[in-house]
Nanobody, 123 residues
Framework: VQLQASGGGLVQAGGSLRLSCAAS????????VGWFRQAPGKDREFVAS????????DYADNVRGRFTISRDSAKNTVYLQMNSLKVEDTAVYYC?????????????????WGQGTLVTVSS
């Protein structure tokens, strides 16, 4: 499975972006998908995850209520809608496919990773 993340860019604080994660082949058979991010000098951290059926989602506390994860299995694509962006959301965002069907915040549960897309939020 190859993952292609896109949609990053430069946005002012308070603005919105939608990230996309397209898989090279069908990944929705049994696998959850997650978004993670890594800011300069910091560890990669969990952002959001969605279960294989799309009915279960999980968010990090610092993005809950502002970000929405969704998936379109027909298009093999997972989205991350990011609203009310803050300067501290600046990071490289990665999508990843889990080994499991349930949502997870643990990076080690994710097997396939995309190349990342840079999100920069200016003040």
């Amino acid at each position: 499975v190859q993952l292609q993340a896109s949609g990053g860019g430069l946005v002012q604080a308070g603005g919105s972006l939608r990230l996309s994660c397209a898989a090279s082949r069908r990944t929705s058979s049994n696998n959850a998908v997650g978004w993670f991010r890594q800011a300069p000098g910091k560890d990669r951290e969990f952002v959001a995850s969605i279960g294989w059926r799309g009915g279960t989602t999980d968010y990090a506390d610092n993005v809950r209520g502002r970000f929405t994860i969704s998936r379109d299995s027909a298009k093999n694509t997972v989205y991350l809608q990011m609203n009310s962006l803050k300067v501290e959301d600046t990071a490289v965002y990665y999508c990843a496919v889990s080994l499991f069907s349930h949502t997870s915040r643990d990076l080690t549960n994710y097997r396939y990773w995309g190349q990342g897309t840079l999100v920069t939020v200016s003040s």
